[in-house]
């Protein structure tokens, strides 16, 4: 077998790796979740985005304002959370008319919007991972998720996958 | 053997990179991508990033202004 010779190069090469944790579930910070992930994949980087806590509503099948989870509080919860479409800027939020002027100008000066950020990421194969205990809070399942989703995991398991490479809290 | 076109110059950090890789993920070994780019970021690091991701740079060449063209091979 021919083993590769252990070069600063190889081993850069070897350490291509990003991990982000998508916490916040604001607009903007999704925003600099997904460009970040979109780009480093696209120059060979292999990218893990591991969702948790409000992070969880970029990752919905359900879109808009609607009743996901179980139990009563998890579904009022989970209304007023929202998926992907309702997520709120961080500042400045005026109601929920920011997002939609950020839409606005992000189409009208041709910078990606929210929505194709992620089409770009699901393209580029990019590993997506749900956090298993803030489900288990929300009351939410997998199959509450975009089927691009990989798996439900626990710190153990991120800690493993993000090994060798650089991990970046959002 | 074929030629393909691609049109960032209009393009924004990321989708310069992204459309790049997702149109070469779509060719076949030994297909060319011919880029339309502009200067700065997309000219230093399409190239660039495509070389280190194992695909031939042909040709980086001036065509107008800002504008430039690279030829990469899969």
Redesign the interface.
């Known amino acids: 077998m021919e083993v590769p010779e252990l070069t600063s190069e190889n081993q850069a090469k070897a350490q291509k790796k990003l991990s982000l944790i998508s916490f916040s579930g604001d607009f903007d910070k999704l925003v600099a979740t997904f460009t970040l992930a979109t780009g480093a994949a696209a120059v060979g980087y292999e990218v893990n985005i591991f969702f948790t806590f409000w992070g969880l509503d970029a990752i919905k099948k359900k879109q808009g304002r609607a009743f996901v989870g179980k139990g009563f509080l998890g579904k009022l919860f989970g209304f007023f959370m929202g998926g992907l479409r309702s997520a709120p800027v961080s500042r400045l939020n005026f109601l929920g008319l920011s997002p939609k002027i950020f839409r606005y100008l992000m189409r009208k000066k041709n910078v990606a919007t929210l929505e194709e950020l992620v089409e770009a990421a699901k393209a580029l194969e990019i590993n997506l991972y749900a956090c298993e205990m803030a489900m288990h809070i929300l009351g939410l399942e997998k199959s509450d998720f975009i089927h691009e989703v990989k798996g439900v995991l626990g710190v153990a398991t991120f800690l493993e996958l993000s090994e060798g490479g650089r991990t970046i809290f959002i | 053997m074929a030629t393909f076109k691609l049109d960032i110059t209009?393009?924004?950090?990321?989708?310069t990179?992204?459309k790049?890789?997702?149109q070469l993920s779509k060719l076949n070994a030994g297909d060319v991508l011919e880029v339309l780019l502009t200067e700065g970021e997309p000219l230093e690091?399409v190239p660039k990033?495509s070389r280190?991701?194992g695909f031939n740079v042909l040709e980086v060449s001036h065509v107008e202004g800002v504008v430039h063209k690279i030829l990469i091979q899969k």
Not at chain 2, 10 to 15: D, G, L, S, T
């Open positions: 209009r393009e924004h950090c990321p989708m990179f992204v790049t890789k997702i690091n990033s280190e991701q």
